[in-house]
């Protein structure tokens, strides 16, 4: 005679917070669960972990897939949940706080499903298809308190971090315990923590000097800085996510600003939190982000680890980038790292290879702009500090008919014309926010200033003992004043001949012509690098534009002809 298969009984444990797991939250559910199961004869699934930790049921945000009730939701929907198994929840409430017509659909749906729903508390209740007319009513009352309970606890806690927000812009003074990392609460102020402070100081100045995320997160391990990343696995190392966001934070000058929803509430409240870098230092690295971003093309690196034109760089013929690779390079019987710039379609079998020493080519083009007279290839003044001020008055006028069309609409004028009128000025807001931030980066990075940090750094880049910091530094100046470095390789074997022209910000070109050919091994058993640049001059007018693929056609051809 078979036996009869035990029922599957499964077990759903939720709490809102976190805080709830260290109380008897957990214990209590458990103990009543194992009694239901142990009267029943029920066989529990060990397997299925169904615990909800820290998650709302208010809004049905446990519904989704990455939470445990979605899942287990999936798997009725796909029949792996056979007919007949037990769902157990301590009280409704902990199957959902929702509104009551979206919480009874949910509780009917696992019904349907021919899975029985058992609740123990207030009164062990077992939801079965047909639900019965009385424990209908009883379960709709169940979640019916739920409901109310998330609500009124929702509405207290909103109103409470209102309160929390006016008084934050009227006084300025703390209203939480929650604070950037860098900072602690003390009394009604924040304090900056020393050493925290140091390592968002360092970040900034590294990100503005050049250094992107990794590099930053080497310089704070070998500088002694520990981590203060927050979140679950807070304080065990960097991670690049945290220092994208301290780059990003405008907390770092003092800004605080309310959300509501996760959304901004209002203007954000200027000198609320102690400043750890000062306004010009955050828009120089804004602006460096920003070009590093429009530049993000990978283009490899070069001698000494960082590559001076990386993102920059063009192949003229076809619009390709430009990347940088090593080779081996065999002569005298001896082997050599060769670095050199290629075309990327060629890596990848869709060109023809075209390639340019790198050591060369950077002797060449900073032997040319050590020469620039500024002057030449600079912008005009614009007027970018009288734009800051124009914007700025803009924008607070706009925030304040933003405010006058909320005081009307509390009042109850003309609801439909002042939200339509709401809606344009906020999209005018947030158009002349973008253009003030830009704005005000362009007046905190000028090229002038650039021009000079390149000009010092390319005399003085042999000498530097830090290379990598000097190149990134000098990188960083380069990409402030130049836009595309756009370049025709030509020749075949050991010498080799490239066109290169320099787009900068202001528009300007300058056009050389850069040839390298291989010289005598030295006594450090390498060889050495001899270059020679002049400029276009002589051989089309140098009126030629690279950017045309047609135009580098001619060019090469004009080249192929001289040297022929």
Known sequence: MKSTPPVIAYSYIRFSTREQRGNTSIARQTTL???????????????????????????????????????????????????GSHLIVESLDRLSREEVDEALELVLSLTRAGVRVVQLQPAEVVYAKPVEPMKLMMGIMELSRGYSESKMKSERIGAAWESKREKARATGAAVSKWCPAWLKRVGDRYELISERADAVQLIYQLSADGFGIAPIIKRLIAGGHKPFNLGR????????????????????????????????????????????????LYYRVRAGLKHRTRQSVSSGRSTNGVNLFQ???????????????????NRNGKTWKAHRYVNAKALVAQAKLASFPVESFEAGVLDRL??????????????????????????????GQLRAIEDRIVRGEALDVLVNAAKRLTAELRRVTDEL??????????????????????????????????????????R?????????????????????????????????????????????????????????????????????????????????????
């Open 437 to 478: 931030v830009e704005a005000e980066m362009s007046a905190a990075s000028p090229q002038a200033e650039a021009w000079g940090t390149a000009k010092t750094l390319i005399e003085t880049l042999a000498e530097q003992d830090d290379q990598e910091a000097a190149r990134l530094r000098l990188r960083q100046a380069i």
């Open 233 to 280: 696995r807070k304080g065990e190392r960097w991670s690049n996510s945290y220092l994208g966001r301290i780059l990003s934070t405008r907390a770092v000058v003092g800004e605080y600003q309310p959300l509501k929803g996760g959304k901004p509430d209002g203007p954000p409240i200027p000198n609320y939190y102690p400043a750890v870098i000062d306004e010009a």
């Open 480 to 564: 402030r004043i130049v836009t595309g470095v756009w370049c025709l390789f030509l020749g075949n074997g050991s010498t080799r001949l490239a066109a290169v022209q320099v787009f900068f910000a202001s528009g300007a070109t300058r056009s050389y012509l850069i040839r390298h050919r291989p010289g005598a091994w030295n006594s450090k058993d390498r060889p050495e690098v001899p270059w020679e640049v002049r400029s276009f001059a002589g051989i089309d007018g140098g009126g030629l534009d690279l950017a045309d693929p047609a135009q580098a056609a001619k060019l090469a051809t004009l080249l192929a002809a001289k040297r022929g």
């Open 370 to 399: 050590r020469e620039i007279d500024p002057r030449e290839v600079l912008p005009a003044p614009d007027g970018v500090g009288d734009r800051v001020l124009t914007l700025s008055a803009r924008r607070e006028e706009i925030a």
């Open 311 to 329: 993102g920059m760089m063009r192949h003229a013929p076809d619009g390709d980038t430009i990347e940088w690779r090593t080779f081996r390079d």
């Open 33 to 83: 669960r194992d009694a239901y199961v142990a009267r029943e004869g029920l066989l529990l699934d060990d397997k299925l972990r169904l615990i909800d930790d820290g998650v709302s049921a208010h809004r049905g945000k446990h519904r989704s897939d990455k939470h445990a009730l979605g899942q287990f939701l999936a798997l009725v929907k796909a029949g792996r949940i056979k007919p």
